[in-house]
C-alpha cells in the first residue's frame, strides 16, 4: 500500500454503469461451468439464472440509490495487489500472464463441525444463489468507488462450516504460490496475505463473498476466482483470491497489522474521526469522478452505521481502529 495517493492516469467525467446485456453474462457463466447451451436452452431463464448462473437484477436492498457506480474499466485497472506489484496499474498485467485461477482449490477449517476442501466452483454450487449487490468500497489510503459485486452473503459460508462455539474470530488467507508470484520469493511481506473479522462480523448480513463484478467472473486482479468484501471496512480487510479460510479461538494476526501495527488496526472500520497517523481520514478521492469535483465526505462505517454500529456498541474506536 503506498503512502502517498497516486493520482487516477484516467480522471473521466463520473459516467452512470452501462450493464451489458443480461444473457450475454449468462452464457458467459455457463461456458464458465461447462454447462452447454444446448441444455440451458430448455431452462426456464429464471431456473437459470437462480441455479447456476449471475442474477438477472440488483437486490433490491442494496441499490445505493442516487450514488454512482464506478465505471467497470477503472475498477479492473486500479487496484491494490501487493502480489503482483505495488503500482494501481500493474495487477492487471501482472495478475494476467498466466496464473491460473481455476481449477482452485479452497480449503474451511479450524473450529468448526463441518470442515472441508473443495474446488472453488463447488463452494459456488454449494452457497449459491448468486446475488448482486451495489457496495461501497472506501480504501485506507483516501479514495473510493462503488462496485457492483455478484456473490453470497460470507454469513452462508459460516453456516455450512459450523463453527465450534470456541470459535472467536475467522481468518481469511489469500493464495500463497512463490513458484507463480515472484513476490512471493521475497519476505518484505509475511505472505500468505492474511486478514480477519470476529464471528459476529463474519455473520452480518453485509459481509459479502465476491465471486464476479459487473455480473461475469472476477477477473484476476479483483481477486478471482472468489473474494471477501467488508464494505464498513477500509478495504485492505477485503482479502482476495481465498485459498484458507479458518475459524479460531484467538484474534488472528493480520498482514498489514503485523508490518504496520499502528497503522493499520484489527478493526480498520472506516472512521472519519480517526486519522490515519499520516493522513486525514475525513475524505475520499472518488475515482473516476474527475480532478476537481472528485473529492467527498468519508461516511462514518463508510455509511454502513445504521446497519453495522451495534457490533461496536460501546467500544472505543479510536483504541480499537
Ligand atoms: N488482498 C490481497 N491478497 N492482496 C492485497 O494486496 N489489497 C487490499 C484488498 N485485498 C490486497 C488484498 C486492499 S489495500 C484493497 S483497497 C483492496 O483489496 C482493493 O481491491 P480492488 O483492487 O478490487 O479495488
Known amino acids: 500500500m503506498s503512502d502517498h495517493c497516486i493520482r487516477d492516469r484516467d480522471l473521466a467525467a463520473v459516467a452512470a454503469a452501462t450493464p451489458e446485456p443480461y444473457y450475454l453474462r449468462r452464457r458467459e457463466f ?4 461447462g454447462l ?9 431463464l429464471t431456473s437459470q439464472a437462480a441455479s447456476t448462473g449471475f442474477p438477472d437484477a440488483l437486490n433490491a436492498g442494496y441499490k445505493l440509490d442516487g450514488v454512482k457506480i ?15 506489484g505495488q503500482a ?30 473443495m474446488d472453488v466452483d463447488e463452494l459456488i454450487q454449494l452457497l449459491g444463489p448468486i446475488e448482486r449487490r451495489n457496495y461501497r468500497h472506501r480504501c485506507v489510503e483516501a479514495w473510493s468507488m462503488v462496485i457492483p459485486w455478484d456473490g453470497f452473503p460470507l454469513a452462508k459460508l459460516v453456516d455450512l462450516a459450523q463453527p465450534k462455539g470456541e470459535a472467536k474470530y475467522v481468518r481469511f ?69 481465498l485459498a484458507k479460510i479458518e475459524f479460531v479461538a484467538e484474534q488472528p494476526k493480520t498482514l498489514w497489522n503485523q508490518l504496520a501495527p499502528n497503522e493499520y488496526g484489527f478493526y480498520a472500520n472506516v472512521n472519519p474521526n480517526v486519522d490515519h497517523p499520516r493522513w486525514s481520514q475525513k475524505s ?34 479510536r483504541k480499537n481502529f
Open 70 to 84: 464506478t465505471p467497470e474499466d477503472l475498477v479492473t485497472s486500479y487496484n491494490n495487489f501487493n502480489e503482483w
Open 36 to 44: 452447454g447451451v444446448a441444455a440451458s436452452a430448455f431452462l426456464p
Open 88 to 117: 494501481k496499474d500493474q495487477p492487471k498485467e501482472l495478475a494476467n500472464r498466466g496464473w491460473k485461477t481455476r481449477p482452485w482449490s479452497i480449503e474451511i477449517g479450524g473450529l468448526c463441525a463441518n470442515p472441508r476442501k
Open 284 to 317: 475520499e478521492r472518488v475515482i473516476g469522478a474527475g480532478f476537481f469535483s472528485g473529492k467527498q465526505a468519508t461516511l462514518m462505517f463508510n455509511g454502513y452505521e445504521k446497519q453495522v454500529g451495534h457490533l461496536y456498541a460501546g467500544m472505543d474506536l
Open 173 to 241: 488467507a489469500s493464495f500463497f504460490d512463490s513458484a507463480n508470484c515472484r513476490a512471493q520469493r521475497s519476505n518484505d511481506f509475511p505472505w500468505p496475505y492474511t486478514e480477519g473479522l470476529t464471528i459476529e462480523e463474519s455473520r452480518h448480513e453485509l459481509a459479502f463473498l465476491a465471486v464476479g463484478l459487473y455480473g461475469k467472473p472476477l477477473p484476476n486482479q479483483n481477486g478471482a476466482p472468489i473474494r471477501l468484501v467488508v464494505p464498513w471496512k477500509y478495504g485492505f480487510k477485503s482479502a482476495k483470491s
Open 30 to 33: 455457463l461456458r464458465l461451468f
